[in-house]
């Protein structure tokens, strides 16, 4: 089973859309939650990050995070044509003295005018 | 304040040939950390570098190295490339965070490295 799971669609919908992305992951020792936004031949680009289960709202986005379901979510509300891109879930362990992330595969949304 | 860079943008190599990609990590930022990102999958950890020092290595082989320079720049060596080589290379720079915090990695635009 991969650490974290993530459909990587396509996903289209129409402007003004509500979105929502998801992740699942397998170990339970993961503490750090972020979502990462990709342009197409550019880095990823840090969004949001939340600690443990709950919620966390910027803007247009909620990030979530069910800890018991081992399940994040990103939300985006009133979606825009520049929210096209690929969003990543991005997991790290908590403790220790390497901080690597584990990403999901990515999600490809494309929102349409 | 400066954001992470790299360079090269592009790079063609043939197979057997050895590799070096250069980061510039975010002003303030004493740790890098470099992720390899197939077409269509996530990014994978490869290494990371704090205060010159390998501070942790995922699943890569050796012919993967790296060096943290005093200002924190980095390089990325890949030796005798294979075609599954082929891929962006991505720098990430962060600086540690208090005990219990998550660090908040801020990517470059990556090294597109063809291996033909």
């Known amino acids: 089973q991969k650490e974290v799971e993530q459909d990587p669609g396509p996903l289209s919908v129409p402007e003004g859309a509500i979105v929502s992305l998801n992740c699942t992951y397998s170990?339970?020792?993961?503490?750090?939650f972020m979502w990462y936004r990709q342009y197409s031949r550019k880095g990823p680009e840090l969004l949001m990050y939340?600690?443990?289960?709950g919620n966390k709202e910027d803007g247009r986005f909620t990030a979530q995070v069910d800890k018991s379901s081992k399940y994040i979510s990103l939300f985006i509300r009133d979606s825009q044509p520049s929210d096209s891109a690929t969003y990543l879930c991005?997991?790290?362990?908590?403790?220790?003295?390497?901080?690597?992330?584990?990403f999901g595969k990515g999600t490809l949304l494309t929102v349409n005018p | 304040e400066t954001g992470v860079t790299q360079s090269p943008t592009h790079l063609i190599k043939t197979r057997g040939q050895q590799v070096t990609l250069r980061c510039s990590s975010q002003?303030?930022?004493?740790?890098v950390s470099w992720y390899q990102q197939a077409l269509g999958q996530g990014p994978q950890f490869i290494f990371q570098?704090?205060?010159?020092?390998?501070?942790g290595r995922g699943n890569f082989p050796p012919r993967f190295s790296g060096l943290q320079f005093p200002n924190y720049s980095s390089e990325l060596n890949v030796n005798a490339l294979e075609l599954d080589d082929s891929a962006l290379y991505l720098c990430?720079?962060?600086?540690?965070?208090?005990?219990?915090?998550?660090?908040?990695?801020?990517f470059g635009p990556g090294t597109r490295l063809t291996v033909t």
């Open positions: 990430a720079s962060s600086f540690p965070p208090p005990t219990g915090s998550s660090y908040e990695q801020y």
């Open positions: 170990n339970s020792a993961f503490q750090y």
């Open positions: 939340t600690y443990s289960s």
């Open positions: 991005a997991i790290e362990p908590s403790g220790g003295s390497n901080y690597k992330l584990t």
């Open positions: 002003s303030g930022h004493n740790t």
């Open positions: 570098y704090y205060r010159e020092e390998e501070n």
